[in-house]
T-cell receptor, first 113, second 110 residues
Framework: GAGVSQSPSNKVTEKGKDVELRCDPI?????LYWYRQSLGQGLEFLIY????????KSGLPSDRFSAERTGGSVSTLTIQRTQQEDSAVYLC???????????FGPGTRLTVL | GQQLNQSPQSMFIQEGEDVSMNCTSS?????WLWYKQDPGEGPVLLIA?????ELTSNGRLTAQFGITRKDSFLNISASIPSDVGIYFC??????????FGTGTSLTVIP
């Protein structure tokens, strides 16, 4: 079956603009995660969705970041008024609890000029 | 906050050599996971460990769950060029959330 897909694969934007990043998880996976990976760094947890529960937003770095998950499937990560330090690869992953295995998408590379 | 530190940060080895890397935590974990990230791709799960002292193999990869539950080790035997990538350890934060380590970048020289 299809894996986790993310779009766009690359996004170049100007400082101050808003961007939307999309994640399509594996069908049937109730858990969805967003991570940020800066150049040469590890994965920084951003937000976690599980079923119909309230999302865990504790990893979002500022109020310019928000995410939604509609219908328990597709998720959108929105970054408002982008800054150069937002440049990174944004990775989405999904899993089917109780399994710990997270399946990652290929990521969206965001470059803020 | 929780920190997972990996060492070494990077490795350059000759094809055929064995590789060892480790991951340490400031807190106890009940589960350790090892992921590999190929260039331009998302991480892929290699091995999962669920019990202190557990030793698990997956082909040429062997991982161990440290007795103190604050560390884990990953070994790769007889490295090949396709082993190139970044290796991450991960441990559960709450529920199904995870902390990821800082990563070990592996380069295999043919």
């Amino acid at each position: 079956g299809a894996g986790v897909s993310q779009s766009p694969s690359n996004k170049v934007t100007e400082k101050g603009k808003d961007v939307e990043l999309r994640c399509d998880p594996i069908s049937g996976h109730t858990a969805l995660y967003w991570y940020r990976q800066s150049l040469g760094q590890g994965l920084e947890f951003l937000i976690y969705f599980q079923g119909n529960s309230a999302p865990d937003k504790s990893g979002l770095p500022s109020d310019r970041f928000s995410a939604e998950r509609t219908g328990g499937s597709v998720s959108t990560l929105t970054i408002q008024r982008t800054q150069q330090e937002d440049s990174a690869v944004y990775l989405c992953a999904s899993s089917r609890p109780p399994s710990y295995t997270q399946y990652f998408g290929p990521g969206t590379r965001l470059t803020v000029l | 906050g929780q920190q997972l530190n990996q060492s070494p940060q990077s490795m350059f080895i000759q094809e055929g050599e064995d590789v060892s890397m480790n991951c340490t935590s400031s807190s106890i974990f009940n589960t350790w996971l090892w992921y590999k990230q190929d260039p331009g791709e998302g991480p892929v799960l290699l091995i999962a460990l669920y019990k202190a002292g557990e030793l698990t193999s997956n082909g040429r990869l062997t991982a161990q769950f440290g007795i103190t539950r604050k560390d884990s080790f990953l070994n790769i035997s007889a490295s090949i060029p396709s082993d190139v990538g970044i290796y991450f350890c991960a441990g559960p934060r709450t529920g199904n959330q995870f902390y990821f380590g800082t990563g070990t970048s592996l380069t295999v020289i043919p």
